[in-house]
């Protein structure tokens, strides 16, 4: 079984980045789907951005499209999620996941079986 653990969150004011860390342990899959989901208190977790560690395809939601970069570092087994042109709209907590059935489109939440405890991110204006 697969455990998940996030790291990077932190404060940033708007404009700012940061990178986002999701470190694997234990069984890992070299064809999972991997991907990054958020939630604020009161709504449902939404996906940001997805990566298919079989051919390195990367998918993001139209909110995060040429701010966010998914990328999956196979020898450290850790997904990244670069954060630039932060928005105060981005102020969540962040989630990474990984499954292993595909193909990954879409990539709703349901279909996650593995998560992380998450990391938050707040964004300032």
């Known amino acids: 079984q697969v455990q998940l653990a996030e790291s990077g969150g932190g404060s940033v004011q708007a404009g700012g980045s940061l990178r986002l860390s999701c470190a694997a342990s234990?069984?890992?899959?070299?064809?999972?789907?991997m991907g990054w989901f958020r939630q604020v208190p009161g709504k449902e977790r939404d996906w940001v951005a997805g990566i298919y560690l079989g051919s390195g395809g990367t998918y993001y939601a139209n909110s995060v499209k040429g701010r966010f970069t998914i990328s999956h570092d196979n020898a450290k087994k850790t997904l990244y999620l670069q954060m630039n042109s932060l928005k105060p709209e981005d102020t969540a907590m962040y989630y990474c996941?990984?499954?292993?059935?595909?193909?990954?489109?879409?990539?709703?939440?349901?279909?996650?079986?593995?998560w992380g405890q998450g990391t938050q991110v707040t964004v300032s204006s």
């Open positions: 996941a990984t499954r292993r059935d595909t193909p990954c489109v879409p990539f709703v939440r349901e279909r996650f079986g593995a």
């Open positions: 234990g069984y890992t899959y070299s064809r999972a789907c």
